[in-house]
């Protein structure tokens, strides 16, 4: 585990399963906006972050997924009552191109990205809307995972909600929503679902989410 400061350029927000409508805790949003915008920010705590899969990463899991719709495909044909399903396609050369067509444009949106944000989107906003570098513990080990948890219950760092175990799980939940979407019927737009914290700002000050007096002008 590392401590490292990002550009908010480089950092990918966890995908919204209704990205149109991003929701945030205005009260949580207002205190740190506050104490960045008044020279306090060294006593948030950092973000935690994984680094975002490489070209290569996602390569290994299409094929990985490519292989979970063929022997799908294999156990339908066996079954003379069977019919193939696979995120709402309905046959194996569909579901292929789907899955090809989604990793594809999950590697574009994440090209020029360094890092996944696992845990602390109100800390990157506000640090990304008063012009700060978003302070990062990155988590290289599976044990780093455990030393958050543990930091957390020492109240070290906030409360860490996540359930996985390893990094490479981390990275596959984040992942999750912009390859599968919201459930299997859904046909997701990826470039809508990765967001950098500039980007989610602005969605943020179009659907007038943010506290009043951020709205009203008053950034001073």
């Given at each position: 585990?590392?401590?490292?400061?990002?550009?908010?350029s480089?950092?990918?927000?966890?995908p919204?399963?209704?990205?149109?409508?991003?929701?945030?805790n205005?009260g949580?949003?207002g205190?740190y906006?506050?104490?960045f915008?008044?020279g306090?920010?060294n006593?948030?705590?950092?973000?935690?972050t994984?680094?975002s899969s490489?070209n290569?990463?996602?390569?290994?899991?299409?094929?990985?997924k490519?292989?979970?719709i063929e022997e799908?495909?294999?156990k339908i044909?066996s079954?003379?009552r069977g019919h193939?399903?696979y995120?709402?396609?309905t046959?194996?050369?569909?579901?292929?191109g789907?899955?090809?067509?989604?990793?594809k444009?999950?590697?574009?949106?994440?090209?020029d990205?360094?890092h996944y944000?696992?845990?602390?989107?109100?800390r990157?906003?506000t640090?990304?809307?008063?012009?700060?570098?978003i302070?990062?513990?990155?988590?290289?080990?599976?044990?780093?995972?455990?030393?958050v948890?543990?930091?957390a219950?020492?109240?070290?760092?906030p409360e860490?909600?996540r359930?996985?175990?390893t990094?490479?799980?981390l990275?596959?939940?984040f992942?999750e929503?912009?390859?599968?979407?919201?459930n299997?019927y859904?046909?997701?737009q990826?470039y809508?679902t990765?967001?950098?914290?500039e980007?989610f700002?602005?969605?943020?000050?179009?659907?007038?989410?943010?506290?009043?007096y951020?709205?009203?002008?008053d950034?001073e």
């Amino acid at each position: 585990m590392k401590e490292t400061y990002l550009e908010p350029s480089k950092l990918i927000m966890p995908p919204e399963r209704d990205e149109e409508n991003p929701e945030i805790n205005q009260g949580v949003f207002g205190v740190y906006h506050r104490l960045f915008r008044n020279g306090n920010g060294n006593v948030i705590p950092p973000v935690i972050t994984i680094k975002s899969s490489s070209n290569e990463d996602l390569d290994n899991k299409l094929k990985i997924k490519i292989g979970e719709i063929e022997e799908y495909a294999r156990k339908i044909n066996s079954d003379p009552r069977g019919h193939f399903r696979y995120n709402g396609r309905t046959n194996p050369t569909s579901a292929i191109g789907f899955m090809e067509d989604q990793f594809k444009a999950l590697k574009d949106a994440i090209s020029d990205k360094s890092h996944y944000l696992i845990d602390g989107r109100h800390r990157s906003l506000t640090a990304t809307l008063t012009g700060n570098k978003i302070y990062s513990l990155e988590l290289e080990r599976d044990e780093d995972i455990k030393e958050v948890r543990r930091m957390a219950s020492k109240g070290i760092l906030p409360e860490f909600y996540r359930e996985e175990e390893t990094i490479s799980g981390l990275a596959d939940a984040f992942e999750e929503i912009p390859i599968f979407g919201t459930n299997e019927y859904t046909n997701p737009q990826t470039y809508k679902t990765i967001l950098t914290p500039e980007e989610f700002l602005q969605l943020l000050f179009r659907n007038e989410e943010l506290p009043d007096y951020i709205l009203n002008g008053d950034l001073e």
